[in-house]
C-alpha cells in the first residue's frame, strides 16, 4: 500500500467514526439521568427499537474509535511525539473495549421489552456486574484523552490555533464523560468530531508539523 493510500485510508476513518458515534447519539432516545435506574427504563420502554439502533452505532463508532487513537498516533510519531501519544493509546484501546462491552449489551435491553420482560429488573441486576467495568473504561478513556490533549501541546501538530482547540475539545471530551445526562454523550461526539475532522483535513492538505 503507498503511502498516499494509507494517509487517505487513515483520514476516512478520521472521518467516519464521529460521524457514525454521533450519528448513534443523535438517535438515542434521551434520558434525563443515567443514575437513575427508572429513568433508563422507561427511556427504554418508550422506544426500543430506537434504543437498539442507538446503541449498535455506538458499539460501531466506539470500535472505529480505536482505529483513529492508531491513526492519530501515527501522525504524531511523524511529528517526533513519542511520549503521551504512546500513552494514550493503550488506555484508550482498554477503555474504548470496556465501555463498548457495556454499550453493546445494552441492545438486549430492547428485546426484553419486545418480549415483555421487566426491564427494569434486568437493567437493576445488570447494572451491579457491569457498572464497574464501565467505570473502569471510562476511566481509562478519559486519561486516554487527555494524554493526547498534552501530545497535541507537545507536538503541534495542527496551525497554532486549531491545536488549541484540538487541546480544548479534548479536555471537554473528559469533563462530558461525567455528565449523566444524553447531553454529555452528544458533547462527547462534537467534540472529537472536530478533533478528528481537524487532524483528517491536515493530513489531505499534508501541513507541515512543528515539535516543541
Request: contains cysteine; proline residues 4%.
Amino acid at each position: 500500500m503507498s503511502e498516499r493510500t494509507r494517509t487517505w485510508a487513515g483520514a476516512a476513518v478520521l472521518f467516519l467514526a464521529p460521524v457514525v458515534f454521533l450519528a448513534g447519539a443523535l438517535a438515542h432516545p434521551f434520558v434525563a439521568d443515567y443514575t437513575h435506574t427508572s429513568v433508563v427504563a422507561d427511556a427504554v420502554r418508550a422506544a426500543p427499537g430506537q434504543w437498539a439502533v442507538a446503541h449498535l452505532l455506538l458499539a460501531i463508532g466506539l470500535g472505529l474509535m480505536t482505529l483513529e487513537a492508531l491513526v492519530i498516533r501515527h501522525e504524531f510519531r511523524k511529528a517526533g511525539e513519542e511520549r503521551w501519544s504512546a500513552i494514550g493509546v493503550p488506555l484508550l484501546i482498554v477503555g474504548a473495549t470496556l465501555v463498548d462491552t457495556i454499550v453493546g449489551t445494552e441492545i438486549t435491553l430492547a428485546a426484553v421489552v419486545e418480549s415483555g420482560g421487566d426491564v427494569l429488573a434486568v437493567r437493576e441486576a445488570d447494572e451491579a456486574l457491569t457498572l464497574p467495568l464501565f467505570l473502569g473504561g471510562v476511566l481509562l478513556f478519559v486519561l486516554g484523552w487527555l494524554s493526547f490533549a498534552m501530545a497535541f501541546y507537545r507536538a503541534r501538530i495542527l496551525p497554532t490555533a486549531l491545536n488549541c482547540w484540538a487541546i480544548v475539545a479534548l479536555v471537554a471530551i473528559a469533563i462530558a464523560f461525567f455528565i449523566p445526562q444524553t447531553w454529555g454523550t452528544y458533547a462527547y461526539g462534537l467534540a472529537i468530531l472536530m478533533v478528528s475532522w481537524l487532524v483528517g483535513y491536515r493530513m489531505i492538505a499534508e501541513r507541515p508539523v512543528v515539535t516543541r
